[in-house]
């Protein structure tokens, strides 16, 4: 099968401080995530495969998006119908990506 080439934008990175304090142990250990960097482009090609660098935790969260994505699929609820919004689910620090086909 030939997969659309897409685009993965790191769009903005959170930290959740409040929910930290309430359920951690160490809640001044924990920062923003430091695995990828908000502006940050990625290239997948496979969409199989991640990117290298890319962090293994978010490639699992994002993932199902980028496979719809690759396959040509599309979302009527964006104001551009080939970008959606996937996040990676660390209830402490989360990360909102957009996915993009380039065609």
Request: aromatic share 12%.
């Amino acid at each position: 099968m030939n997969y659309y080439k897409c685009r993965i934008t790191v769009v903005k990175k959170e930290l959740y401080r409040d929910i930290a304090n309430e359920f951690l142990k160490e809640p001044e250990k924990i920062m923003v995530c430091d695995k990828v960097e908000e502006n940050r482009e990625y290239v997948v090609i496979n969409p199989y495969y991640p990117p290298e660098g890319f962090c293994p935790s978010a490639w699992a969260d994002i993932r199902p998006y980028l496979l719809v994505a690759a396959a040509g699929g599309r979302s009527d609820s964006m104001k551009e119908n080939n970008v959606m919004l996937a996040i990676c689910s660390d209830p402490f620090r989360p990360v909102v990506f957009k996915i993009e086909i380039v065609e």
